[in-house]
């Protein structure tokens, strides 16, 4: 997990607040970080006790505009009937300068391979 530091001694978790201010992550019951992808973002996946699964994405803020078409683009995917994570929740926290991306969990294989 991503440790930051906010202002002079002061050290925070970044997954730990995002997870403790997103309603939707607050019944998890275990984030595992993932470290696949082309991405510089922070990646996990989220677990349910239903056996659901999720994909947070965590990235710059100065990514967000970037981030919100590509939200929007899933979005237009989905409703083609394209096999893509579907979008679920999308926002920012400016304070912390990241914005995050939550999606539906597609398990497959690492395009670097």
Known sequence: MELCKQE???????LEIIQ???EFLKTAIR???????????KKYVVFF??????????GSI????RKNTEFQFL???KKRGVRAPKPIE????????VCYCLLSYI???DAKT
């Open 8 to 14: 002079e001694g002061e050290v925070f978790n970044i």
């Open 20 to 22: 403790n201010r997103i």
């Open 31 to 41: 984030i595992e970080e993932i470290f696949t992808g082309f991405s510089s973002d």
């Open 49 to 58: 006790s239903d056996d659901i699964k999720y994909l947070l994405r965590i």
């Open 62 to 65: 100065k990514d967000e505009e």
């Open 75 to 77: 979005s237009d995917l």
């Open 90 to 97: 999308k926002g920012s926290f400016k304070k912390l300068g």
């Open 107 to 109: 398990k497959g294989e």
